[in-house]
């Protein structure tokens, strides 16, 4: 059974950092999407970054590319999402997220959209970011 768990959250101030780490276990196949996800209160689910833990490939959405760095460590044994100059759009619960990755999918289609492809996700991690 797939288990993930987020930590690292919290209250920041606005310009500030905070670094996000999934911990995974059962990850039985050769080769998985791990996905950060955030959802905001009065918005849709929306991709943050993705990352296949075999190849390496990496995804960001356009709301954060350059702010935010996701590595993948233990061949995705622990998945970690470093955000810096954080604003109050990011302020979401953020989720990890997994799903058995194939080399025929490119990681941007299956990490674009909300997430629904995903299998397996974790109670996710609070966000706050103060101004």
């Known amino acids: 059974e797939v288990q993930l768990v987020e930590s690292g959250g919290g209250l920041v101030q606005a310009g500030g950092s905070l670094r996000l780490s999934c911990a995974t276990s059962g990850l039985f196949f050769d080769d998985y999407a791990i996905g950060w996800f955030r959802h905001a209160p009065g918005k849709k689910r929306e991709p943050v970054a993705c990352i296949s833990t075999g190849q390496g490939t990496i995804y960001y959405s356009d709301s954060v590319k350059g702010r935010v760095i996701i590595s993948s460590r233990g061949r995705g044994r622990t998945v970690q999402l470093s955000m810096n100059n954080l604003n109050s759009d990011d302020t979401a619960v953020y989720f990890c997220?997994?799903?058995?990755?194939?080399?025929?999918?490119?990681?941007?289609?299956?990490?674009?959209?909300?997430?629904?492809?995903?299998?397996?996700w974790g109670r996710g991690t609070q966000v706050s970011v103060s101004t």
């Open positions: 997220a997994s799903r058995p990755f194939s080399f025929r999918r490119k990681i941007s289609d299956i990490c674009s959209g909300a997430g629904d492809e995903f299998d397996s």
